[in-house]
Structures are given as structure tokens and as C-alpha cells.
């Protein structure tokens, strides 16, 4: 929740100082700092309570999960195991300890299994006077799982071990993925994009808003493009393979350059709206 604050006040300085080159959502920046502000004070001298439930599916033959999610922070581990656990830490607040367990009480989700895919979906709607709910997610999934979608409004996502197909839309929160490999869709509004010691295949996209993006690739020899921008913050990409690319970047306030290696290899693009690039 700092960092997110932290950020906001960043956006709002430059909102008042930035050239023609880019301009910042006041708008959007002014509705999350609005929602930050609004869930800090709701939350002073309330209550909490709290409920763990753990769901276990069979899914040798499964080969997707789908995950929709309001709030909370959702973490995905591959083990050995042909089973999914969806572990799940339910939260509230309220005036009292008997409001706040009313909450979680009448809270409904729902775990699906639909043709190949699990479907998790522990969203709700908000109403206007706010709800202090939150659901936190720790997933295990068996490797034969290779399709692995996530939508959330509020919440951090972490995937590790992970392998396929990776697509994670998040409108505020972090977006970290560690040692997976994959094609990687990686959208978020307001919050940070991290990759660290993974594969690329395929084409990969990584895009924020607002916050920085830091990629870090062991081997991007069967990668065909991979895209990363931001509007505010910077980018860092580190190559750690001898593939061969084909890199344009755009840095704030520079021009242009383009650094390749070898004649075919990865394309690569990297675009700061304002923020700075490293790529090695």
C-alpha cells in the first residue's frame, strides 16, 4: 500500500510538468488515489475476522485455469502433483467483530471445472458505500497445466515455476513471474511488471501504465517478439543467452537507437512514455 502511494504522488507531480510528449490520466490517477485514501480511513478502529478454506481438484487431464479475482493477492506455484490446491484466506473489516463475520458469511465464490479448465472466480460487487473484503489466493498446479489466465482488479499476482501460456490483467498491483517459461501477456493499469530469471517463446507483451518494468531473460533463443512499455516509469531488460536481436528503443526525451545482435533473432521493443531505459 506505500509503494502504491508513492507512486500516485510521483504521477501527480508529473501530471502538472509534463510536456506535450505525454500526459497523464488525471482522471484515472485521482479515482485510485480516491479508492487508496477511502480504504485507509475505512479501515482505522475496525474489526477484522477471517476464514481459510482449501479446495483440492483432480487434473491430470486439465490443462487450463482461469482465475477473476476483486481484491486480494493471488500467488500460482507449480508442484509435483497431478492435483490443483486452491488455498484461500478470506478478509473483512467492519464497525464491529459481528458485522465484519457477517461479511465473510454471506460472501459467495465459485470453483468450476469447464471442458479442460478450472475456473476460479472470487469476485463481488462493491457497493457504493464500500466493503472491506478481500481474498487472497496460494494456487499449486501439476505442470500439465499450460494455460494460465488472470484477472484482477486490486491485488499483487505471483507466479512461479509456471510453464505456457501466461496472461495476467490487473488494473492495481504488482505482476511478478519467476523462473517460468512461456508467452507472456502481461497488462496492468497501476503497478510494477518483474521477470526474473525466465524463458521467453513465442511473442510476449509486457505494458503498464504506470510503474516500472524490469525483465530478466536466461534464453530468448525461441522468442519470436517481445514488447515492453510504460507510460510512467522506467525499463530495465537484461539478456543473459547468446541469442541474436533486434532491438528498438524509445527512452523520454532521447531519440531512437537501435541495437541488434546477429542478423535474425528476437524482435524487441522497449517504450517509456517518461521514465528511463537499460537494456543489456
Known amino acids: 500500500m506505500k509503494r502504491l502511494i508513492c507512486i500516485l504522488l510521483i504521477i501527480m507531480s508529473l501530471s502538472a510538468g509534463c510536456t506535450s510528449l ?13 479508492k487508496v485514501t477511502e480504504a485507509i480511513i475505512n479501515t482505522v478502529g ?18 487450463a485455469i482461469s482465475l477473476v479475482s476483486t481484491v486480494g493477492d493471488i500467488s500460482i506455484v507449480t508442484h509435483q502433483s497431478d492435483e490443483t490446491i486452491i488455498n484461500m484466506n478470506i478478509r473483512s473489516r467492519a464497525g464491529s467483530k459481528e458485522k465484519a463475520q457477517e461479511i465473510i458469511d454471506n460472501y459467495i465464490y465459485t470453483i468450476n471445472e469447464e471442458n479442460n479448465t478450472i475456473k476460479v472466480d472470487t469476485s463481488f460487487e462493491e457497493p457504493k458505500s464500500g466493503l472491506n473484503l478481500a481474498i487472497d489466493l496460494v494456487i499449486y498446479i501439476p505442470s500439465n497445466i499450460k494455460d494460465i489466465k488472470v484477472s484482477t482488479n486490486v491485488g499483487d499476482v505471483h507466479l512461479n515455476g509456471v510453464n505456457g501460456n501466461i496472461d495476467i490483467k490487473s488494473n492495481v498491483g504488482a505482476a511478478v513471474i519467476d523462473s517460468s517459461e512461456g508467452a507472456y501477456n502481461i497488462n496492468v493499469d497501476v503497478g510494477d511488471i518483474e521477470l526474473i530469471d525466465s524463458i521467453a517463446i513465442g511473442n510476449s507483451e509486457f505494458k503498464t501504465n504506470t510503474g516500472e518494468i524490469d525483465v530478466s531473460l536466461s534464453d530468448i533463443s525461441k522468442a519470436v517478439s517481445i514488447i515492453a512499455e510504460t507510460g510512467v516509469g522506467d525499463i530495465k531488460m537484461s539478456l543473459n543467452d547468446d541469442s541474436g536481436y533486434h532491438a528498438v528503443i524509445n527512452e523520454f526525451m532521447k531519440d531512437e537507437r537501435i541495437e541488434t545482435k546477429s542478423d535474425r533473432g528476437t524482435n524487441i521493443s522497449l517504450t517509456t512514455g517518461v521514465g528511463e531505459i537499460s537494456f543489456n
Not at 475496525?46 to 490443462?63: G, L, P, W
Open 22 to 34: 505525454y500526459k497523464v490520466d488525471e482522471n484515472k490517477v485521482k479515482d485510485i488515489s480516491d
Open 46 to 63: 475496525q474489526e477484522k475476522a477471517e476464514k481459510q478454506e482449501s479446495h483440492t481438484i483432480a487434473s491430470a487431464d486439465r490443462n
